[in-house]
């Protein structure tokens, strides 16, 4: 089993739609998970930072850990155009150094206007 | 604005040749990163560096070394290019201030999109 599960997609929705993505993970010591976003032909951006279990919210964007289930979610609420992206969930155990960080495959995100 | 840039956009090289991929960050950051990102494989860490002189293996270092002599520059080298190299190549960079949670983030470059012919 994998460290890290992601489904690539894609995922095509209409513009105005809730977002759902998905992440699940195998190793329980993990506790600081991201979410980074991909614009084609671009590097990625972090757009989601949360420690541990729970809910952090950032305009349209929700992000929830399930440490229990060992399953983390990144909602957009009334989607855009412009969040066409790939999505990549990251997560470790130390946070500090990045040397160690985990990334998902990625989602393959379009909204369809 | 902070930014990482790489030197080439695209690279088209042949089986065998050396090949060197330049990253420079304008944000003094301790740590860089070298990552490669294939379809179906996700980004895969090849090697990193959290100070002048110093590198770490990553995942996948086989065929790969790297050099930094000044903290804002962190090359990638491969020493003869095979055509399983060929992939995109991402630069990062980070500070590893002590726990502040989105300040630890990772800044990438653009990308360099190597094809060994």
């Known amino acids: 089993q994998k460290e890290v599960e992601q489904d690539p997609g894609p995922l095509s929705v209409p513009e105005g739609a809730i977002v759902s993505l998905n992440c699940t993970y195998s190793?329980?010591?993990?506790?600081?998970f991201m979410w980074y976003r991909q614009y084609s032909r671009k590097g990625p951006e972090l757009l989601m930072y949360?420690?541990?279990?729970g809910n952090k919210e950032d305009g349209r964007f929700t992000a929830q850990v399930d440490k229990s289930s060992k399953y983390i979610s990144l909602f957009i609420r009334d989607s855009q155009p412009s969040d066409s992206a790939t999505y990549l969930c990251a997560m470790n155990e130390y946070g500090g150094s990045q040397g160690n960080l985990i990334f998902g495959k990625g989602t393959k995100l379009s909204v369809k206007p | 604005d902070v930014k990482v840039t790489q030197s080439s956009r695209y690279l088209v090289k042949r089986t065998g040749e050396k090949v060197f991929l330049e990253c420079v960050q304008d944000m003094d950051h301790e740590n860089m990163f070298w990552y490669r990102q294939d379809p179906g494989l996700g980004l895969r860490l090849i090697y990193f560096?959290?100070?002048?002189?110093?590198?770490e293996k990553g995942d996948i270092p086989e065929g790969y070394s790297v050099s930094r002599e000044k903290k804002e520059r962190f090359s990638l080298i491969l020493e003869s290019a095979s055509t399983n190299q060929t992939s995109m190549y991402l630069c990062?960079?980070?500070?590893?201030?002590?726990?502040?949670?989105?300040?630890?983030?990772?800044?990438f470059g653009s990308g360099t999109q190597l094809s060994v012919l």
């Open positions: 990062a960079s980070s500070n590893p201030t002590p726990r502040t949670g989105e300040d630890e983030k990772l800044f």
């Open positions: 560096s959290y100070d002048v002189k110093m590198k």
């Open positions: 949360t420690y541990s279990s």
């Open positions: 190793n329980s010591a993990f506790q600081y």
